[in-house]
């Protein structure tokens, strides 16, 4: 890491290291060098201009396969609920990429500031729960990498790379708002099992995830306005084009009121309009 280092740069470096613990202990360094930066006085950072990779590196474990291959265990059984933390902290580690290539992927579209800020701090939670994923399944006597994991994760990324729009309609808007929908049962399954340690970190995940999904609305909104396009039409037109299938109900109204995206966005969109 170098003083002079763009936050494209730094993205890239970030969406270039394998190593889940290197790779979010990177991501903190550098969200924290571009939020010291945009304090009143402080040197300011350019964003710069970058050519990230249309893959992330990965490490050699988990084996990535496709859904309908990843073994299903019962929920109920402390090997269904290791196998549940691990499938979080794999979401989140695509998170942290997801978040820094949004940065890296768009740097010539130009963008107010507090597009990147808002992006460099989702990076930075999504960091700390991968970490905290990685903590309750080091306490079960797992390990990320001990379970396979879902391949193809990083298909909204790819089938998005030239959309900005379709990009946060697909991925915070959808995506992420899907976190919010399915996040409550989770806990439930790990309250009944007094795993405490894994509730708390649940429940950090299901209080910050809510700020991701009203990133995505609040700059899908700000670039339709910029656009003169309709938000919503422009919402169903983006999510039929990138996103392979319906949205699964039931979804949380209130969760998702609270990070700005209405009914009307998402309920033409689901599985019982189709
Ligand atoms: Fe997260
Ligand atoms: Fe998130």
């Known amino acids: 890491m170098s003083e002079g280092q763009t936050l494209t740069q730094r993205a890239v470096e970030v969406l270039s290291t394998a190593d889940g613990r290197a790779k979010t202990e990177l991501s903190r360094a550098h ?12 040197t300011p950072m350019a964003v710069g201009r970058g ?25 109920g059984s402390p090997a269904g609920r290791i196998a549940l933390l691990h499938a979080v902290a794999h979401i989140e580690l695509n998170a942290v990429d997801l978040h820094w290539d949004i940065i890296a992927r768009f740097g010539h579209v130009p963008m107010p500031m507090g597009f ?13 729960h991968f970490q905290l994923m990685c903590a309750c399944l080091d306490g079960m006597g797992s390990h990320y990498g001990a379970l396979p994991a879902h391949a193809g994760m990083w298909r909204a990324a790819e089938d998005t790379r030239n959309d900005l729009p379709g990009r946060l309609a697909v991925v915070p808007m959808v995506l992420e708002a ?27 995940i299901y209080a910050e995830e809510v700020a991701h999904v009203a990133y995505g609305s609040k700059w899908f909104h700000f670039l339709c306005g910029r656009e003169n396009r309709d938000p919503k039409d422009a919402f169903h037109d983006l999510v039929q084009r990138y996103f392979h299938g319906a949205l699964k109900p039931p979804f949380n109204d209130e969760k998702r009121a609270e990070a700005g995206i209405p009914p009307d966005f998402y309920w033409p969109l689901a599985d019982a309009h189709q």
Request: glycine share 4%.
């Open 51 to 75: 050519d990230p990779p249309l893959h992330p590196a990965r490490p050699a474990r988990p084996k990535l396969l496709l859904p309908r291959e990843v073994p299903r265990r019962r929920p």
């Open 31 to 42: 969200a924290a060098a571009w939020l010291a930066s945009r304090k009143p006085g402080a």
């Open 116 to 128: 990147y800020d808002d992006w460099v701090r989702a990076a930075d939670d999504e960091s700390r």
């Open 178 to 204: 899907r976190g919010l929908d399915v996040t409550p049962g989770m806990i439930e399954i790990f309250r009944k099992a007094d795993a405490t340690e894994a509730v708390a970190a649940l429940e950090t």
